[in-house]
């Protein structure tokens, strides 16, 4: 790691040398796209999510469990991430996902795991149901 | 009551109208790597019913205060009332911070992404970390 001068910083890592590697800047989100299914077949939660890539535009979508039928789910807002994981040295790329439904928010980060997809949602309740906010975590195989 | 999952439909019975417990979030959390070059320590105080958080950082002579912020808490499920996971966000003027942080095992698991606002050409990043809480019993 180099220690860039003149540049503002909160800790050592937001100087590492990697975030300004036009490698890093330029790496492609290949891992992540595509159609992932719960490894869970019984999830009462998300079923299935696809990463899609159209130029530098990333989209996510899934399905989330309904009592009938499922129900879409479209990130608002969808950006990719240098993953600095520490001890593995890994460099790749990690999304940072919101999905709004008004009555619910999901703010919800994405990386692939020893090829697994993993989500972790944050979920915040607007309405007045006096349901918890909660944090879960799924993870996804890849389908095709 | 609307749902985007099916999880998220609770018996109106279910839903605890009691305050969430946040005893098991309050406390100092030290990162399990000694090397890291990113969060070294968390202070995590309640007042008032409300959690804040102050981070101290590594920096190159010795650990950054980046200050207090107030976190939202999380249950584990809709229902729960025991809080087992937080967010809070940090604006240093050239970068915000965005840390989420889940209790797993003992364990608090911080996903940390930092956005650049600068005109430095830095990636945005990612990364995750563990801390232990510092029990002080041994």
């Not at chain 1, 989500?119 to 389908?143: C, H, K, M, P, W």
């Not at chain 2, 790597?33 to 804040?52: C, Q, W, Y």
Request: charged share 25%.
């Amino acid at each position: 790691m180099n220690v860039t001068q003149n540049l503002e910083f909160k800790q050592i890592r937001d100087l590492d040398q990697a975030l300004i590697d036009s490698e890093v800047r330029n790496m492609g989100a290949d891992r992540l796209l595509g159609r992932w299914m719960n490894t869970d077949r019984q999830t009462r939660g998300l079923r299935e999510i696809t990463i899609e890539q159209t130029g530098a535009e990333l989209s996510v979508t899934a399905a989330g469990a309904g009592a009938n039928t499922p129900i879409e789910w479209l990130a608002q807002s969808v950006r990719p991430l240098a993953n600095l994981e520490e001890e593995a040295g890994q460099r790749s790329i990690a999304l940072a996902a919101d999905f709004d439904f008004g009555f619910m928010r999901a703010e919800t980060y994405l990386r692939v795991n020893k090829g697994v997809l993993v989500i972790v949602l944050f979920n915040s309740f607007r309405d007045q149901s006096g349901r918890s906010d909660y944090v879960t975590r799924e993870f996804f195989y890849r389908a095709e | 009551m609307e749902f985007a999952q099916i999880v998220d439909q609770v018996e109106l019975e279910a839903i605890s109208r009691r305050p969430m417990d946040l005893s098991g979030l309050p406390g100092v959390w030290i990162n399990s790597n000694p090397h890291t070059n990113g969060i070294a320590r968390m202070v995590m105080s309640e007042a008032d019913g409300k959690l804040f958080l102050q981070v101290y950082a590594i920096g190159p002579e010795g650990l950054i205060d980046w200050g207090v912020a107030q976190v939202q808490v999380f249950g584990s499920t809709p229902t729960s009332v025991t809080g087992a996971g937080f967010s809070c966000r940090f604006d240093f003027g050239f970068a915000d911070s965005f840390l989420q942080g889940m209790i797993m095992k003992g364990l608090l698991v911080l996903a940390e992404v930092r956005t650049f606002k600068d005109q430095s050409n830095r990636a945005d990043y990612f990364v995750r970390e563990y801390f232990a809480l510092e029990h002080q019993r041994y």
